[in-house]
């Protein structure tokens, strides 16, 4: 499916999460495959992008709705990720949440 396509016509929530590693840690990046391969399978999730460079990582995730991503946030293996990530050294810079409306994206119709 086109990205463009899940982000038409309806509300969407977006999760920002920015973290710095002082060292390449092929641990973390299993981990980071794995849980976006679970968030994928999660109720409510749309799609994921992410970047890293230099040791400075950005992961933005699209949601249906704030419970969707309460759930995500709750998932037991996300929380037991989340302390193994935080564990290793990962500094966690931002995580923030935004409601947007796909319409709005689009341009002026």
């Not at 509300?11 to 092929?26: D, G, H, R």
Request: proline letters at 1%.
């Amino acid at each position: 499916m086109e990205r463009k396509s899940l982000l038409n016509n309806k509300s969407y929530y977006a999760v920002i999460f920015t973290s710095i590693q002082s060292e390449v840690n092929k641990d973390y990046e299993e981990m980071a495959e794995l849980m976006i391969s679970l968030a994928k399978k999660q109720p409510g999730f749309l799609m994921v992008g992410s970047a890293l460079s230099n040791g400075i990582g950005i992961t933005v995730a699209y949601w249906e709705t704030e419970e969707s991503i309460r759930n995500w946030k709750n998932n037991e293996k996300h929380l037991v990720a989340r302390h193994k990530g935080r564990s290793a050294g990962t500094v966690i810079i931002a995580l923030h949440r935004s409601k947007e409306n796909k319409n709005l994206l689009a341009g002026n119709k």
